[in-house]
């Protein structure tokens, strides 16, 4: 993320100018509206015309990929208006680039017809991501237009559940016999008109479809044409299965520095592959939805969408976080004796219960990488428990010693001050001890331990915090 | 990451077998230490290498990046066993997988002669990816032993910072000329052993070699030869300037659906290439990066790092939190009379400074992410301040007249649930401003938004919402 503010520079340009003619159409559109009179409609209507006219002649040229951005980067209003500009053919292609609620609004906007017609420029495979967005009759429409092969593969298509191996595969591979030589291959190629985008490599079959190897192209072109693939075949570095997670898929690409990988059924029958291409969109996808399920929003959020829109979008999170603060304010609420008769106890508290929630989302954020990553093993889990109990007490000798200097400079207390001290050493320990906790227990029991391992953290590094210094400071001082 | 739990099942095996090959391992050391006597050295031995090879046969087949997996996920002492038992042919390649954190555990272990044999494996981009963490000794080494050219390529990828396209660039692409046909690029190209890995495209450069447009592997197949290749190149989608920022290279790619691209210097000539692997590397790194620095960690931490450096690694966000909560204190502190006076204040305060805080996170998350996908611009920063104006509206009067009606239960005072909902309404309208204004402000001011703005507004809010709170309940209640 960190540098994406200064990138697409040339993008914004072309932002910025679909903005400007946007903004003199409405102004033009205001001024006409204020003239009365006979000329009115012809001014309107010419001047309405020369806008959109240069307006259209900018978004020609643009990437499917450059005009979603666009898309995206305006309010509705304007967004509907640069949307009836884009030339129809490309409906399709820029449906699938934009944002899902982006998505939601423009086809909103079309009519089953239109429709229709956008999705049937589509693959099958992208007929099945548009599906879920796409009125019932809509995509029964789109189903009978298809031939008996394509029904197929849409129906297999959409039969997986998103983040799946299945949910990535596209049907645009070129299958070959492992019994013929290279140079039937390159004459069978040849016949062709181009080749499927991202086709680094042929998939090597069997009579019975069952998937064999794979033949890179560019193996094609260095090798003897006399040779049979069967020769030059190579077995796969990873072989998908399409009820896979999609996650799997992309670490193996990642891992094995792949262009495409074939998917296999049960039976070994090839019935697809993935590309480098849909695996580098859908881990941007899963970064994007990480920060949003971070900051607590239930899903990507249109950035003009309605107020109540958003209201809905994020009052989930702020209900959780109203309820773990009731439980706070009652841990407090049992120690108001101990507040009134030394109120210097209500300023200090938010520090111990503060610092402690950071340093528990510290371990947390590393354990639940850790465990991303499979690299937790029973035994090394005792040695991270040992490890960051271990740096809780380091930081709590530490942070400890310096809050409670400044609880005995604010108060002149040194009681106050050693209370403060052993109040941050316990809670950070707490911190920590539920910091490798939560996580571990979370994937024991088969939950995502980055989903609402944070805020579990917060709560009990809130209400301990509380518990523990006030506990204390009842105890000791009072 | 939401899936990630479940990935590597495969790995995860490997990972068990290692770790209990490790422990028998040690278990007979320890048994073999407590017996006496001759065979001592013998008995030991020969279990040693039982274990050892069944261990190494275990390692052999397995992948560069699976073997860096397997030692990131072992304590120090296991993972430098392990690392002793790899293959020293593939050093290099398993140094470039791991982390930077690991990879400097491995390369203190290694002496220089090591270091020299594994950096002589790589190719120069490679090396030059190792070079900050190898001693200047072994660079000078590695240096000498490269021919003229690849010095020059070694200087060229060590001149780029981290971060830009030149030190995302290889310099493995085939060039040819335009002028020639087809059939003399495939002579050309059969005579090779093989391609270089990526290698979708060729890329077309005129004498002085100057960049002019690409030729896809793919169209060689299925154009014919007699094609000068003048007439079938294509131009870039994308060229890259080395002194880019990586991450608009990363754009490209997603954006435009690449496997190669070129990278060109002012005077336009070609001088490398970026190829997706690279890339998708290079986006994950970053996801990571994020991930740890919303945690405010400063760098990678090897799960098994010694407590100290852990302490070291995290202390900076504690420092700055630290100083927030301090401030944050001070403001309760002014209002300690009234606290005193009506002690419920102290127990209700955390929930109006916790529920603000959330909801400024929010809005911070949405805007850093427009601001990064480039999607804000003068015109629609208005109309953000009036939507998230709008959204703290409706969150006040709906979790304010929560927390009025929670304030009045326990307390049994309408006055103070009054206070509470007023001091709720004004936390969220300041967490909506806010929210907006700091990425803003930020992103102005040339700075990231993504670092530090959640911390802002965290601080902003806990005092904020205390200030308000304290303050409308000292004006109206005491």
Redesign the interface.
């Known amino acids: ?8 520079s040339e ?2 340009e072309s ?2 100018r679909v ?1 400007e003619l946007l ?1 003199k159409h409405e102004l033009v559109e205001s001024l006409v509206h204020r003239q009365e009179g006979p000329r009115h409609d012809l001014v309107e209507s010419i001047v309405h015309k020369a806008n959109l006219a240069e307006l259209q002649r900018l978004l020609e040229p643009l ?1 499917p ?2 005009i979603a ?1 666009i898309l ?4 509705v209003k304007q967004r509907l208006m640069v949307w009836d500009l884009v030339k129809a053919e490309r409906d399709g292609e820029i449906l699938l680039e934009v944002t899902d609620a982006v998505r939601e609004t423009l086809i909103a906007h079309m009519d089953e017809q239109e429709l229709v017609a956008a999705a049937e420029q589509l693959d099958t495979d992208e007929i099945a991501d548009l599906a879920p967005d796409l009125p019932r009759e809509v995509i029964q429409d789109v189903f009978r237009s298809l031939s008996p092969e394509e029904r197929e593969q849409l129906r297999e298509a959409l039969s997986y559940p998103e ?1 799946t191996v299945g949910a990535l595969m596209d049907f645009d591979m070129i299958s070959i016999r492992d019994d013929v030589t290279i140079e039937v291959i ?1 004459r069978y ?2 016949r ?4 499927p ?4 490599q042929l998939f090597v079959v069997d009579r019975t479809g069952v998937f064999k190897g794979l033949l890179a ?6 090798t003897d044409p006399d040779t049979t693939v069967a020769d030059v075949m190579q077995p796969a ?1 990873a072989r998908l299965r399409p009820q896979q ?4 898929a992309a ?1 193996a ?7 495409s990988a074939p998917v296999v059924d049960d039976a070994g029958e090839l019935i697809g592959r993935v590309t ?2 849909t ?3 859908y ?2 996808e ?7 399920s ?4 239930s899903e990507d ?1 249109d ?3 309605s ?2 829109k ?2 809905r979008n ?2 989930t ?2 209900a959780v ?2 309820v ?3 439980i ?3 841990v ?2 049992l120690f ?1 004796d101990s ?2 008769r030394l ?9 111990v ?3 402690s929630g ?2 528990g ?2 371990t ?3 354990i ?10 029973a ?2 889990a005792r ?2 428990f040992a ?1 960051e109990i ?2 809780s007490a ?2 709590g000798l ?2 400890g010693g ?2 409670g200097i ?1 609880a005995y400079l ?1 108060y002149r207390n040194w009681q106050l001050g050693i209370v403060m001290t052993g109040a941050m050493a316990l809670s950070l320990l707490l911190a920590a001890v539920m910091g490798v906790a939560i996580p571990l227990v979370m ?1 024991r029991l088969g939950r ?4 609402g391992a944070s805020v579990m953290i917060t709560a009990i590094t ?1 209400s301990g915090g ?1 518990f523990i210094f006030l506990g204390l400071a009842t105890v000791f001082l009072v």
């Open positions: 993320m960190s540098e994406r503010d200064e990138i697409r993008l914004r932002l910025q903005t903004q990437h990929a450059d951005d995206e980067s305006l309010p983040d390159l190629l040849r062709l008109d181009e080749l985008d991202h086709t680094d192209v560019n193996r094609l072109l260095v570095a997670k999609a996650q799997e670490n690409f990642e891992r094995y520095d792949l262009v480098v291409n695996v580098v969109d881990i941007r899963e970064t994007d939805n990480d920060m949003l971070a900051g607590g929003l959020e950035l003009f969408a107020v109540w958003s209201v994020r009052w999170w702020l976080n109203l773990t603060a009731f706070a304010s009652r407090i609420g108001e507040i009134a109120v210097a106890l209500a300023a200090l508290m938010p520090i219960a503060g610092i950071n340093s989302n510290q947390i954020t590393l639940v990488r850790a465990l991303a990553l499979g690299q937790i093993t035994t090394s040695k991270l490890k271990g740096v380091v930081n530490i942070w310096v809050v400044f604010i994937q995502d331990p980055a989903i809130d509380f």
